[in-house]
């Protein structure tokens, strides 16, 4: 994508992200954030511009590249059908795997499990934007956002919101606002290219642990986070997030590296000694229970010294290159 406006839209969203993680080395990531989802002019030009770049740049980019197999919306469709429907569903199979693995914990385990039922599926799309999983009939969806893009979409910070055991969501119709969710809800829960919003590691697993008290056990939580490296440059950085997702209690079913970003899909055990199992086996000196994404890594820039309100983004050469890996290329469907 080398059209000008295209670059800025994703300069714009790149220096919300940066702007964010600096706040948050030098205030209270909290307050930094509260502070932050007050910022409606921001908010609001953060959800225009990324609307545009997903659907007018970047499937504009795959319908000409013809790589709709690199779509992250459709992965997650298919990896959703997949693991709940199919001849053989993917569920039982990790079902098995997970049971050995306890009876290797536990020699007298013994469960009754009982058929996994679903119509519809259940799902759950934190940091929605503009509501990409609509369109797909299969789906139950709720969409949620802090910047709606879309009537579709409800307003709802998912760091803050509270989980209860209800049998539905709370929501406050009239101002599109979900206020509380029901735990153990959903079948599948979808973090798009949300995490790295998150500006510390400690608020993105804040969100993993919340994903999982919505999830059904046995129901899935993908994610999908921008990675224009090759691949298995970032294989450690991957692993490291294996394992503070098992502590939790989820397991990595399936990973997978398509042009732009890397896609994962964990299942939360019905067992929860299971993922500490696999911690136990598998972790490495390096590991440690954190979120890190590899931009926490950069220097702080001067950008974020600007004031509160306006976007202060100057991109040097050397940004361009890096938006145009991180973002241009990026496939999406339409919504
Ligand atoms: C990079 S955009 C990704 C949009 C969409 N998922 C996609 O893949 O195109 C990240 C989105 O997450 C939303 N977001 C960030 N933090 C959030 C939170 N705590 N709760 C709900 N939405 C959030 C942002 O407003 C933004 O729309």
Avoid at 12 to 27: C, G, N
């Amino acid at each position: 994508m080398d059209d000008p406006e295209g670059l800025e839209l994703s300069g714009l969203i790149k220096s919300v992200h940066q702007r964010l993680r600096d706040s948050a080395k030098s205030s209270d990531p909290e307050v930094v954030w509260k502070q932050h989802v007050r910022d409606g002019e921001l908010l609001k030009n953060y959800a225009d511009a990324m609307h545009k770049l997903a659907t007018r740049y970047w499937d504009r980019t795959m319908e000409v590249s013809c790589k709709r197999s690199n779509s992250r919306i459709e992965w997650v469709v298919e990896s959703c059908r997949n693991y709940f429907h199919g001849a053989t569903p993917l569920l039982y199979l990790f079902r098995e795997k997970e049971d050995k693995v306890k009876k290797a914990i536990d020699a007298n385990h013994h469960h009754e499990y009982q058929p996994y039922p679903v119509g519809q599926i259940k799902l759950l799309d934190v940091g929605s934007c503009y509501d990409p999983f609509v369109a797909f009939p299969d789906f139950d969806v709720t969409a949620i956002d802090i910047a709606p893009a879309q009537a579709s979409v409800w307003y709802c910070d998912f760091l803050e919101v509270e989980v209860r055991r209800i049998a539905e969501p709370l929501k406050s119709v009239e101002q599109r606002v979900i206020e509380v969710f029901p735990g153990e809800h959903y079948d599948a829960i979808v973090f798009s290219l949300l995490l790295e919003y998150l500006p510390t590691p400690d608020q993105r697993i804040r969100c993993c642990r919340k994903a999982y008290d919505l999830l059904k056990p046995e129901g899935i939580l993908l994610i999908i986070t921008p990675d224009s490296r090759h691949q298995g440059a970032n294989a450690k950085l991957m692993k490291n997030w294996r394992y503070t997702l098992a502590l939790i209690g989820f397991s990595r079913i399936k990973i997978e590296k398509l042009e732009h970003v890397t896609c994962m899909v964990f299942r939360r055990s019905i067992f929860p000694e299971v993922g500490i199992r696999w911690c136990e086996i598998h972790r490495e000196a390096y590991m440690q229970p954190v979120l890190n994404i590899p931009q926490d890594f950069n220097e702080t820039t001067p950008a974020s010294n600007n004031d509160g309100g306006k976007i202060d983004f100057v991109r040097t050469d050397e940004d361009d290159g890096e938006i145009r890996n991180a973002f241009a290329g990026l496939p999406f469907v339409d919504s």
